[in-house]
């Protein structure tokens, strides 16, 4: 019998899990759990997630010992708003990729930030449409062959966090899974705050992305640590001087009232 501190989060038919080996998943999963245990959550039932369809989507449903909705593609973000309207005593979260939230769900997403909505959005960037097939998405890099692109792909990406920064999010950060310890803490800051929450988390696709560029998860990982630079050390750096590199750290931390209490404050 497997025992762990963080099974308790977890349905026991769902271990071990159906994710690719060496999907980072699997951290992004355990960080949640650790920052979730530090907050002194003895279980879930505060809790009720939210997600579309992809790699992604499948985190909490059917792993998560909570109550989910596994919805529509693209579409996590409104059932998710309508939870939280109808129950704004929960904790709402929603995990889903880059293509289901930037990508078909983008333009909820740039809404759900602009109204504040007090939901958490956990968007795990593995730089392609992975389940479908490894097309390309708002988020693959500049020059990268996916499925659909490949001679490499001509579009600049997306910088999400940019954008639910100056959309009116409260909380926004970007890391990757290997840098696990900051990524806990960024879970610790978001979930208890109030109004809209964006974290974006870098991870490998083993079987769409690190297989075709010639490395193994851990490698790909290592590679997606040497290719980050922090965001307080951009600053007077040319965006052209920054090149391919992933910017990660805490974009935004502010405390502006959320979407409940703004309704809130109509009736008074």
Known sequence: MISHPYLKYLRSETVPTVFCPGCGIGILMKAFFEALDKLEYSDMREFVFVSGIGCSAWIPSPHFKADTIHTLHGRAIPVATGVKLVRPDLNVVVFGGDGDIA???????LHAARRNMDILVIMVNNEVYGMTGGQVAPTTP???????TPYGNPEHPLDTCSVVASAGGNYVARWTVGHYD??????????????????????????????????????HIKQLIKDSILIDKTEGIKLEEIG???????????????YIEMLRRLGR
């Open 244 to 258: 391919k590199k992933y910017v990660i750290g805490v974009f935004k931390n502010v405390d502006n009232p959320g």
């Open 182 to 219: 900051q990524l806990v803490k960024s879970f610790i800051e978001a979930i208890p705050k109030n109004g809209f929450r964006f974290i974006e988390v870098l991870t490998p696709c083993t079987s769409r992305v690190s297989s075709r560029i010639g490395l193994s998860p851990a490698q």
């Open 142 to 148: 500049l020059g990268m062959k996916t499925t659909t």
């Open 103 to 109: 990508g078909i769900g983008g333009n909820h997403l």
